[in-house]
């Protein structure tokens, strides 16, 4: 069993940045590929980013990339995504999500253990 807490949400000015931290407890993290994922009020949970195994490959939602950046530390069993020039539409809630298979997945139900979520929002 692993359990996965989100930290650093919280309100920040657009253009600026935030940095969200995924930490596991129960088990390693090295074991899982890490995914974001974010909700904004009445829309579908959407994929943001994700990263490999030993963190050799990351991957964006278009929305994103360029603006963030998702990175792990095994030894500290986290996962961080960096989060740069934000826009109003990047409030949402944002959850971490772990997958023991190997391989960029966007679909939530092939996920074996989530986060609560943080929230995250962009002001004008």
């Known amino acids: 069993q692993v359990q996965l807490v989100e930290s650093g949400g919280g309100l920040v000015q657009a253009g600026g940045s935030l940095k969200l931290s995924c930490t596991a407890s129960g088990r390693t993290l090295s074991s899982y590929w890490i995914s974001w994922f974010r909700q904004a009020p009445g829309k579908e949970r959407e994929f943001v980013a994700s990263i490999s195994y030993t963190g050799d490959m990351t991957y964006y939602t278009s929305s994103v990339k360029g603006r963030f950046t998702i990175s792990r530390d095994n030894a500290k069993n986290t996962v961080y995504l960096q989060m740069n020039s934000q826009r109003l539409e990047d409030t949402a809630v944002y959850y971490c999500?772990?997958?023991?298979?190997?391989?960029?997945?966007?679909?939530?139900?092939?996920?074996?253990?989530w986060g609560q979520g943080t929230q995250v929002t962009v002001s004008s």
């Open positions: 999500a772990a997958r023991q298979r190997v391989g960029l997945e966007y679909a939530l139900g092939e996920y074996d253990y």
